[in-house]
Nanobody, 114 residues
Framework: VQLQASGGGLVQTGGSLTLSCSAY????????MNWYRQAPGKQRELVAF???????DYANSVKGRFTISRDNAKKTSYLQMKALRPEDTAVYYC?????????WGKGTQVTVSS
């Protein structure tokens, strides 16, 4: 099983980006889908979560600005990010729970310029 994340880039303050993360390999279904981020010199933090049933949760710092969604048929999660701020600059990682095991994607860099 491998996760492939994409969609990062450089954007100005107030801009938008959408990240995606897809699972490949022997994957029947994906349980929880998570997005984390890690800024330089900081610990990795959970940004958003979506359950198999579609329930979501967000870090307080991104509530109202980020939206997580999923396409079960495509085994893909999306993280729509709006009203981006310089403090959102980080490497963003996806983590999926598949058959009781956790899988991480390689990070994708998001840089928000002021």
């Amino acid at each position: 099983v491998q996760l492939q994340a994409s969609g990062g880039g450089l954007v100005q303050t107030g801009g938008s980006l959408t990240l995606s993360c897809s699972a490949y390999g022997s994957v029947f279904s994906v349980a929880g889908m998570n997005w984390y981020r890690q800024a330089p010199g900081k610990q990795r933090e959970l940004v958003a979560f979506i359950s198999m049933g579609g329930g979501t949760d967000y870090a307080n710092s991104v509530k109202g600005r980020f939206t997580i969604s999923r396409d079960n048929a495509k085994k893909t999660s999306y993280l729509q990010m709006k009203a981006l701020r310089p403090e959102d600059t980080a490497v963003y990682y996806c983590k999926f729970v598949i058959s009781g095991s956790e899988y991480w994607g390689k990070g994708t860099q998001v840089t928000v310029s002021s």
